[in-house]
């Protein structure tokens, strides 16, 4: 197996071509790295080679390490993973400083052989790493590359050298956008921000490398870290900018994440120490810092959910074995809130959009949502006054059903009323080819009682999409009880062409996300009834990872919609309906005229312009603090207890079959703790045993909604971990 090939042409310049044979992206694995090492010295001892080329042998460079390397290295080592670690990272430096060094007199800092990168396209982590050790990176015109460091955006950071070479290079202000938010940047815009050096047209860009490599002069050859004299751009700790500088963005960082994202406050560490220290030594604090993070249970839960198992769902791990359904023309019913976004992020996919609404006005405006998206993007440069014409080209809004004819799928997204949804699914269904699925957007009503107003019940599903449809990453697909295969692979297909990531679920009431947001809200708002303090209640919830307290959750979805909901339910469920202590703060918010942001009045205070201030001071009237407040970790173990129980009756009662969609839902769906991995990877780190304690103590004290379920239970008895023994647990 050969990930790298060499060659060495007539004027002496070697390249050494990434390609790796099985997949189609490169990924550094092991054996990769040994070749790697294995070329660069034949080329550094060979007195032949001028200078070296690295390039990739696919469309893009690269896509990073490969993620089973840092297990490999973890496991490799024993008894003693944290040394494991640290050796391999160790390893992976002293490759890159060999290319970095080149071979060099470390004197008089002459006589390195010059060495570039080529990127024909995309280069991230580290594939974005190697580069950053070459003395020139030359990227080819590929306004589709990104090029980057995202490690962070999966609980890691950059641990190959990136971080520490890229605040070298860049300076700590200029580099932590690029290290703490992950942001990446086409060939044009890296060049304006330093990170490469030139961007030059594809075709010229291996004959432009070997013309560098060619003409290069010992001094190109030196980064200025390896120069006497060398200062950090924008300071270094101990001067005065540099002072401000670290300051303010240990208070930043500590503000945005409020410390519960191990790998941004070890990134910190890592630049902040290394700056103090000579290059080599600051490399070591960053494998230090790195391996701190690795072992850390949150970045593998992160890893797991938000990168390997995201990835799985988006290429149909759970799509039934069917033939291609992609989407060609889709009818939107209804041009709402949701239908205007659903047909926004269907055109963008460059799908033929039909959009329905009972009036004319209605569906133009529908349809000027996009328009306005459109404007928008091409005011900022990210699309071209052609792109946004013949994106908003392809949707025709319409009253018109006759329109549907050649509909593959229609996406039904009227009123949330079970008669109007039968109405527009008769009247789609009178148009379109006998082969179409038809999708309801519904979020509360059982599928399979909307399927009775379907000729095809089989061919009926949900897709469930969150609001505002073209931010929500999540898209939850719902089966019911008469759903065919070909529905489910449609509805994924459709997923996958409009960029979403799906998970599957069984018909039950609120599905899956909302059936977990539901008790966490309602548990926030019951603290509030029993006398806990609001702000401790959303601090704890802050504090603990969830991105909104829930009564900022609730202020959002507004209050009358949770009245509308509460009576629903309590309607169906009769005396189980398990939510009374609720419903008495909900009606009454309700009748303060308190409806959340949307009346600007909720549980907080909002000014003129609706802008949210701090939590409304009159509550205290109603419900007066209590004189013994809980603990932080009551409070936070009654949020989170509410939706994980939930999630695990979820798999219990079948609605969840994939503890993967379980986690990877929880957290794009509704921002559940991303640190932890979602709920099932939270279990897993704090164990069942622990888990089931606390539930027990919990339903002592607040009743049975926390009573342990038997799958917990069971677990805790045999000291099994839902990812350790059932990866794809069946329900
Ligand atoms: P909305 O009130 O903004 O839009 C509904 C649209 O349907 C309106 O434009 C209305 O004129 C149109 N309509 C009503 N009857 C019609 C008919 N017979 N023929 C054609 N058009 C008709 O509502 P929304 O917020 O967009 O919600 C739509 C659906 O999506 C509901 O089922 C809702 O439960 C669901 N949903 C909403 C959200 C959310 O956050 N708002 C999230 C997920 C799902």
Not at 570 to 599: E, H, T
Not at 647 to 666: C, N, P, Q
Request: net charge neutral; with cysteine.
């Amino acid at each position: 197996m050969t990930d790298f090939t060499y060659a060495v042409d007539s004027d002496g310049v070697a390249t050494l071509t990434w390609d790796v044979a099985s997949k189609s992206m490169n990924v550094l694995s092991l054996a990769g790295l040994a070749e790697l090492n294995g070329h660069i010295d034949t080329a550094l001892a060979d007195s032949a080679v001028k200078g070296i080329i690295i390039t990739s042998g696919k469309k893009d460079f690269a896509a990073g390490m490969d993620l089973n390397v840092l297990a490999r290295m973890k496991a490799d080592a024993g008894d003693e993973p944290a040394r494991g670690l640290f050796d391999g990272v160790m390893q992976m430096h002293a490759v890159l400083r060999k290319i970095e060094r080149a071979g060099m007199d470390p004197k008089t800092l002459k006589g390195a052989k010059p060495i570039v990168a080529a990127l024909p396209g995309t280069a991230l982590g580290f594939g974005y790493e190697l580069p950053l050790a070459c003395h020139r990176i030359i990227a080819a015109d590929n306004p589709k590359a990104k090029i980057g460091l995202p490690e962070i955006m999966v609980g890691i950071f950059p641990g190959a050298g990136g971080t520490t070479r890229v605040v070298r290079k860049l300076g700590a202000m200029m580099a932590a956008p690029v290290l703490l938010e992950g942001k990446l940047h086409d060939p044009k815009s890296a060049k304006g921000m330093g990170l490469i050096d030139d961007v030059v047209p594809a075709d010229q860009l291996l004959a432009r490398a070997k013309d560098w490599v060619l003409s290069a002069k010992d001094a190109d050859c030196v980064k200025p870290w390896d120069q006497k004299g060398y200062k950090l751009p924008g300071g270094a700790p101990y001067t005065p900018q540099g002072f401000q500088m670290f300051l303010g963005a240990a208070a930043m960082v500590h503000g945005r994440t409020f410390g519960v994202y191990p790998a941004a406050k070890a990134l910190l560490s890592a630049v902040y120490e290394g700056a103090m220290v000579p290059f080599d030594t600051a490399l070591k604090i960053e494998a230090r810092w790195f391996t701190h993070v690795l072992m850390n249970p949150s970045s593998g839960a992160m890893i797991r959910s938000l990168f390997i198992n995201k990835e799985a769902l988006e290429k149909g791990a759970n799509r039934p074995k069917v033939a291609d359904e992609t989407v060609r023309k889709v009818g939107v019913l209804g041009a709402g809130m949701m239908g205007a976004g659903i047909a926004y992020v269907s055109a963008m996919a460059g799908i033929e959009v039909v959009l329905i609404d009972a009036a004319q006005d209605a569906a133009e405006r529908g349809k000027s949502y996009s328009a306005d998206l459109l404007d928008k993007a091409v005011k900022r440069g990210k699309s071209t006054p052609d792109k946004a014409a013949e994106v908003l080209g392809r949707i025709t809004a319409t009253t018109d059903y006759a329109a549907l004819q050649g509909c593959d799928l229609i996406v039904e997204a009227v009123f949330e009323d079970p008669k109007v949804k039968a109405g527009v699914t008769a009247q789609a269904e009178a148009v379109i080819p006998d082969t179409a699925i038809f999708a309801t957007n519904t979020s509360t009503l059982p599928i399979s009682d909307l399927a009775k107003a379907s000729k095809r019940p089989e061919q009926f599903i949900g897709i469930h999409f969150f609001s505002p449809v073209d931010k929500m990453m999540l898209v939850e697909i719902i089966k019911g009880r008469q759903t065919g295969d070909r529905a489910v692979a449609k509805a994924l297909d459709f997923v996958r062409q409009i960029r979403k990531t799906p998970i599957v679920v069984n018909d039950a009431r609120f599905f899956y996300a909302n059936r977990c947001i539901i008790p966490y809200i309602n548990e926030g708002m019951r603290m509030v009834a029993e006398g806990v303090a609001p702000a401790l209640i959303e601090n704890a919830a802050k504090l603990v990872g969830m991105p909104l307290g829930p009564l900022q959750l609730v202020d959002e979805t507004s209050l009358d919609l949770g009245a509308k909901i509460a009576k629903a339910t309590k309607a169906a469920m009769g005396d189980a309906y398990p939510d009374s202590a609720v419903d008495d703060i909900v009606f009454w918010m309700v009748d303060q005229g308190r409806l959340g942001r949307k009346s600007k009045a909720g549980f907080y205070a909002y000014d003129e312009a609706g802008k949210r201030q701090g939590l409304w001071d009159g509550l205290a009237g109603r419900y007066p603090l209590a004189a013994t407040q809980p603990d932080l970790h009551e409070v936070q173990h009654r949020l989170l207890f509410a939706q994980v129980l939930e999630a695990v009756r979820a798999l219990e009662a079948g609605v969840l079959t994939d503890i993967r969609e379980g986690d990877v839902g929880a957290i794009l769906g509704w921002g559940f703790a991303p640190w932890s991995g979602g709920p099932f990877g939270w279990l897993d780190i704090i164990g069942a045993a622990r888990a089931v304690d606390l539930c027990d103590a919990l339903a002592a004290r607040h009743g049975d909604r926390f009573a342990a379920p038997q799958t917990l239970r069971d677990m805790a008895a045999s000291g099994a971990t839902f990812y350790g023994d059932n990866a794809r647990k069946a329900a």
